[in-house]
């Protein structure tokens, strides 16, 4: 942890709710090997790696806070599919 105070912080965060985040910067704080945060904290490893890295470069707030994931474009070519198959699947359903 960077400081007492924001261990103090994110000990009195904690106990008003259970975060995987939260429980995860307690863990790293108490020395914890990154396998074992994953598996007791009920997270991927890269989740634990991710939160670990946004509060060593920001702080308890950038760490707390998850940034949303863009959803996937869809492609229809991609998918296997061409207009006129999609076309045909439009008719038939409706």
């Known amino acids: 942890m960077k400081t007492?105070?924001?261990?103090?912080?994110?000990?009195a965060v904690l106990s008003g709710g259970k975060h995987a985040?939260?429980?995860?910067?307690?863990?790293?704080?108490?020395g914890a090997a990154d396998e074992?945060?994953?598996?007791n904290v009920g997270v991927g490893g890269s989740t634990v790696y991710r939160t670990k890295r946004r509060f060593a470069l920001g702080n308890l707030e950038a760490?707390?806070?998850e940034k949303p994931h863009p959803e996937p474009a869809v492609n229809s070519s991609a998918a296997g599919c061409n207009g006129l198959f999609q076309g045909e699947l439009v008719k038939a359903v409706t």
């Open 63 to 65: 760490a707390l806070r």
């Open 4 to 11: 007492q105070a924001e261990r103090g912080e994110l000990t």
């Open 21 to 30: 985040a939260r429980k995860l910067l307690l863990a790293a704080d108490a």
């Open 36 to 39: 074992a945060i994953a598996t």
